[in-house]
T-cell receptor, first 113, second 115 residues
Framework: NAGVTQTPKFQVLKTGQSMTLQCAQD?????MYWYRQDPGMGLRLIYY???????DKGEVPNGYNVSRLNKREFSLRLESAAPSQTSVYFC????????????FGEGSWLTVV | AQSVSQHNHHVILSEAASLELGCNYS??????LFWYVQYPGQHLQLLLK??????LVKGIKGFEAEFIKSKFSFNLRKPSVQWSDTAEYFC?????????????FGTGTRLTIIP
């Protein structure tokens, strides 16, 4: 039972390069999320998807795009990476009903130089 | 919009000491409250959550938290900490009761337990 799986775990990018972070969950959850974690700032929501085919902006969406490919998969794309996007990225999912626990992936460490 | 404050950024305790980590939120309506833990190099895991009923919530590994509505607080407690409790602790609040679990996280408290 894998839960939430995200790839890659580590990536170094040059400024201006693009990349996609992949996320998949095997719990049949409706809702999926992308957060970034920065020192002293906790976790901030980038984008979320309440259900297959829908996506919405979170707190810090600028510089990112997302795709809810199907119920299992939710990808995060950086079109033109900037050093300010150096962070740890977490994908998460849950059933989307009030009180339901959110389950997190193991994180992707991204460095933009 | 909802927000969460964790005033203790780094707490250092000796083993067997008692722990209380503060969490305050700002939202006037009904809230769901969570504590997550992140052990070094790992992902976030749920410690406990409150969304109705008994305001004293018990979680895993001997942790508990008390929801005090009048103080907008949800402090995390453990009577006797262990070295293995060294981790970062995040309080989170969700005030969206219409299906979507958009959690707002606090900035986290790093807990270091000295053997």
């Amino acid at each position: 039972n894998a839960g939430v799986t995200q790839t890659p775990k580590f990536q170094v990018l040059k400024t201006g390069q693009s990349m996609t972070l992949q996320c998949a969950q095997d719990m049949n959850h409706n809702s999926m999320y992308w957060y970034r974690q920065d020192p002293g700032m906790g976790l901030r929501l980038i984008y979320y998807s309440a259900s297959e085919g829908t996506t919405d902006k979170g707190e810090v969406p600028n510089g990112y795009n997302v795709s809810r490919l199907n119920k299992r998969e939710f990808s995060l794309r950086l079109e033109s990476a900037a050093p300010s996007q150096t962070s740890v990225y977490f994908c998460a999912s849950n059933q989307g009903r009030t009180g339901n626990t959110i389950y997190f992936g193991e994180g992707s460490w991204l460095t933009v130089v | 919009a909802q927000s969460v404050s964790q005033h203790n950024h780094h707490v250092i305790l000796s083993e067997a000491a008692s722990l209380e980590l503060g969490c305050n939120y700002s939202y006037g309506g009904t809230v769901n409250l969570f504590w997550y833990v992140q052990y070094p190099g790992q992902h976030l895991q749920l410690l406990l959550k409150y969304f109705s009923g008994d305001p004293l919530v018990k979680g895993i590994k001997g942790f508990e938290a008390e929801f005090i509505k009048s103080k907008f607080s949800f402090n995390l407690r453990k009577p006797s900490v262990q070295w293995s409790d060294t981790a970062e602790y995040f309080c989170a609040v969700n005030a969206d009761n219409f299906g979507n679990e958009k959690l707002t996280f606090g900035t986290g408290t790093r807990l270091t337990i000295i053997p």
